[in-house]
């Protein structure tokens, strides 16, 4: 029996505490004992060399940054760049269909953080502004920094941080190389319906220099072929107190409960290209590309049972309860009902994206020790997807056959179902017009184009002003950004010919859902059945469809100054900067809205908004080099975010109450300004040499606006009414009524601690050469509450904590590498925290999400000598205790999905010549 009650919970936290902590105080041991040693130069590869390349980055920064590089040419630490970046100290991802795909800096949503590719922001195929990480290859990136801290240089920055991936430059290599990996990929819950659980990766790099090493060309390739497995229960949301028949009064109750397995793959192709010219040595021209295509197919096999409607609202005849079950917190548990008609549904999903970057910079240095820096760059991205849904149930011949089924609503993990009649023959199951509908369908798709260009210089002092800046940048930077959606949609209904059953040539088999104490159920070829007996014509003018598209656009401009300081302090060497951005935006949206009081044809009427907004950063960040190779950081800064895209949208529902005249509406709102904060970090930080370091590190800001949906708000419709005539009867329409939309609220406060360390365990004890151990635990809060109405029935409570936000979060990294041989393995994991998911309307909502502990395990070994140099072999297990994936409503005895994905195995080989 699991023990969930708060004391157990803190005494699991308090044994993670012991962990992370333990790690960081071994590392100050070793730091203690390795004072009195002389640190070898050495030259090191693979695990090592990776590490103590983030190292250098880590200690040479003047901000507080945090870094991965790559151990070699094609070969990050992890299968994915999300998994890589989650690992380090502060941050942590979220899973989608099993794979970590945004991140949260810490502990603020994704949309705090801005990414960057080679200094240069970039768009996004979702819906707002955070990048899926899971989109770019490991493999052609050479590392990622992470800026927790600003300067006035940084273009792009977010409010928590920055991530800047990095691809190679040619010329930083001494000569030719070229390396090739490939493995195997196998899931752990099998292959199902009609998709595979195997998979495959593999990756090409070229590296070269010409003409004297004044040219340089890198070109690398990466594919991936990842089968999609997943089993899953959940609950329908909102868990609410509701009086049920047989159900115990004043109890929480759910309307209704799924199990599904999903089956299918995803494939992703990516290309990276560079070209570096430095004719001599004052002048270096860079063009650098990456494109990415990705294509997602699954088909979720799903059985569903609604507990209040059986094709009436509510059921007739009754679904009662009987046997019905309830815990000490008025939560229902379990129970057997009866007069229940489940369905069993077929749902499509195919999405396609495609990401297209490239830049062109130059950098000249002149006589007078001037540098001019020119860099213009462009990206774009586009998704496409395409859902579908088909219903089906048992014949209703001779009458509707309901069904009586025995539940059990465990929180802990999959809640199980068990009905009395089968549903497994396809041949008795009916595509129906009738009780739910036959189907349903949505044909999202969204395109996001950035142009921009920036002009900086550095400029040398000849003597110290004030004694203190050796140095200034200026610079602008000028960003046309244009975001737009469109999400058609529609039912999906039965052709002529009626309600069918679908052919056997469309049928994939049956899959097995006795993971939820269901039989088998059948698999089909969903765009088949709807190619066949069904009619798809979505559309986006229908009444609650039209707010659903709307057009972003804009136009940023950035002009920033930067005094570089190398000096010293009451004796004591500084460096760092100090500085400040101005950032001016135009924002504007173009959308639609639907307007029920117009004549038929003429409800569909265009809507648009924007303004100018202009916000000054200034920005501190000093570094104190202490003796012994210990460094003090501090920074100061304000700033800023973004609001979200799809909470710029002018699109909205509009609507007159007939009785009153009074105006009302929900949307979005291109009047938001951004986020804002005022931020003071300080780190301390002991390193040797580049081999190790221990550090840390704590945080506050304090958010003076944060944006959520506010209900109600007091809103001038002048333009709405314009013509309006009421109806006979009818008041005239005010010109003042209220308005649901984001809104610039107040913020809080929101702090953390950081501890971390990264070392070879060789400098306690020669003993232990080869091992080594990188740890980290962060830990944060905030007094931030957010009313979020749009999401209070998801998480239980209309005032929710910072979404992202894990009070705790842990990795650990133990590994070994000596005479070719390598072992990894990793653990991040997090407390419970907000997650931001799409809902079934393609709208963002809300979930309270159980922490995770994810595993990764990885072995290898590198033959350095003999005809077998350059090759190496690696086996690795993602996911290694295959940790589910749970979310709630409020506590968590209101479960809502539990997901299982499976482990991941990958075998494979590479090679460097």
């Known amino acids: 029996m699991i023990d969930s009650s708060p004391a157990a919970q803190r005494r699991s936290a308090w044994r993670l505490s012991q962990v992370a902590v333990g790690c960081s105080l071994l590392a100050l041991a070793a730091a203690a004992q390795a004072q009195t040693q002389t640190l070898d130069t050495v030259t090191v590869t693979g695990i090592r060399k990776g590490i103590e390349d983030a190292i250098s980055v880590k200690k040479n920064a003047d901000a507080i940054v945090e870094s991965i590089s790559a151990e070699d040419i094609g070969k990050l630490p992890d299968v994915s760049i999300a998994e890589s970046i989650a690992r380090l100290p502060g941050l942590s991802a979220q899973r989608v269909a099993g794979r970590a795909q945004v991140i949260s800096v810490r502990g603020l949503s994704p949309d705090f953080a801005t990414t960057l590719l080679n200094g240069r922001e970039l768009v996004s195929t979702g819906d707002n502004r955070s990048v899926e990480f899971d989109q770019y290859p490991s493999e052609l990136l050479s590392g990622v920094t992470i800026y927790k801290t600003p300067d006035a240089g940084l273009v792009g920055q977010g409010l928590s941080g920055t991530i800047d991936m990095l691809t190679v430059r040619p010329l930083n290599f001494g000569n030719r190389v070229v390396s090739l990996n490939a493995r195997g990929q196998h899931n752990s819950l099998g292959s199902a319906a009609n998709a595979s659980a195997n998979g495959n990766r593999f990756s090409a790099s070229y590296i070269d220099q010409f003409a004297n090493k004044t040219v340089g060309v890198a070109i690398g390739f990466a594919h991936q072929e990842t089968p999609m497995q997943e089993n899953q229960v959940g609950l329908y949301e909102p868990w609410k107190k509701e009086s049920r028949p047989g159900v115990q009064a004043g109890s929480f109750v759910s309307d209704g409960i799924k199990a599904l397995r999903r089956t299918g793959k995803s494939e992703r192709n990516g290309v990276m290209g560079t070209l570096e010219f430095r004719p001599f040595k004052q ?12 294509k997602q197919v699954d088909t979720a096999n799903q059985f569903e049972l609604n507990l209040q409607y059986n094709g009436n609202w509510p059921c007739n005849p009754a679904c009662n309860w009987t046997q019905s079950s309830t815990n000490a917190n008025n939560t229902q548990t379990g129970g057997t009902i009866t007069n229940v008609y489940p369905l069993v549904r077929g749902m499509y999903n195919k999405r396609e994206d495609e990401i297209t970057a490239a830049g062109w910079n130059n950098k000249l240095s002149l006589d007078n020790g001037i540098t001019v820096v020119a860099d213009v760059h462009f990206s774009k991205a586009k998704r496409d997807e395409l859902s579908l849904e088909n219903n089906s149930q048992l014949s209703p011949v001779g009458g509707v056959p309901y069904d009586t089924v025995k539940l059990d609503f465990n929180g802990a993990g999959f809640s199980s179902i068990m009905p009395t009649l089968s549903y497994s023959d396809p041949s008795k199951l009916f595509l129906r017009g009738t009780i739910y509908g036959s189907g349903y369908g949505k044909v999202p798709r969204v395109e996001d184009e950035l142009n921009g260009f920036k002009l900086s210089s550095n400029i040398p002092l000849a003597s110290p002003l004030a004694g203190l800046i050796s140095d200034f940048d200026i610079g602008l930077s000028y960003v046309d950004r244009s975001k737009k959606k469109r999400q058609p949609e529609g039912n999906i209904d039965v052709g002529a010919q009626g309600d069918t059953t679908i052919a056997a040539d469309l049928q994939y088999g049956l899959v097995d859902l006795g993971f939820a104490g269901l039989g088998k159920i059948p698999s089909w070829n969903v765009p088949g059945a709807v190619d066949r007996y069904m009619s798809f014509k979505p559309s986006d003018t229908k009444d609650y469809l039209v707010s659903k598209a709307w057009d972003v656009k804009e136009k940023t401009t950035t002009a920033f100054l930067r005094a570089n300081i190398d000096s010293s302090f009451a004796g004591v060497p500084m460096r760092g900067n100090v500085g400040l951005q101005m950032v001016s935006v135009q924002q504007s949206s173009n959308a639609n809205y639907w307007d029920g009081t117009a004549a038929a044809g003429q409800q569909v009427k265009p809507v648009s908004d924007g303004k100018t907004v202009t916000d000054v950063l200034p920005s501190m960040n000093l570094a104190f080099s202490l003796a012994d190779d210990q460094t003090l950081r501090l920074a100061l800064a304000r700033q800023m975010a973004r609001p979200r895209v799809d909470q710029l949208r002018s699109a909205l529902d509009f609507g007159i109450d007939k009785a009153t005249g009074k105006p009302g509406a929900s949307g979005g709102n291109a009047q938001l300004d951004p986020w804002i904060a005022n931020a003071f970090d300080v780190s301390y930080e002991k390193y040797f040499g580049s081999k190790a370091y221990v550090a840390a590190a704590a945080f506050y800001k304090d958010l003076k606006s944060y944006i959520y949906t506010q209900s109600n708000q007091s809103y001038d419709f002048s333009k709405f009414v314009a013509g309006y005539v009421p109806p006979a009867g009818s008041p005239a329409a005010m010109t003042t009524g209220t308005y649901t939309a984001p809104y610039n609220g107040q913020g809080g406060k929101l702090k953390g601690v950081e501890l971390s360390a990264s070392m070879p365990l060789s400098l306690l004890s020669k003993s232990l050469n080869g091992f080594g151990l990188i740890a980290s635990a962060s830990f944060n809060s905030s007094n931030i509450k957010v009313k979020d109405p749009e999401s209070a029935s998801s998480v239980g409570d209309d005032f929710i904590t910072l979404p992202g936000l894990s009070k705790r979060v842990y990795n650990l990294t133990a590994y070994y590498e000596r005479d070719g041989f390598e ?68 506590t968590k005895d209101r479960p809502l999905e539990y997901m299982k994905w499976g482990r991941s195995y990958l075998i494979g080989a590479g090679y460097k010549f």
Do not use: C, H, P
């Not at 002048?283 to 990705?294: E, H, L, M, N, R």
């Not at 907000?834 to 990764?856: A, H, K, P, Q, W």
């Open 823 to 890: 072992a990894r393995i990793s653990q991040r994991k997090r407390s419970d925290f907000i997650g931001e998911i799409g809902n079934f309307n393609g709208n963002r909502t809300l979930r309270y999400v159980v922490g995770e502990s994810i595993v990764d395990l990885q072995l290898g070994y590198t033959f350095n000598q003999g005809m077998a140099k350059g090759l190496n072999l690696v086996f690795q297990v993602n996911n290694l205790g295959d940790d589910a994936y749970r979310t709630y409503a409020g």
């Open 283 to 294: 002048w270096t021209s860079v063009v650098d590309g990456f494109w990415s295509k990705a």
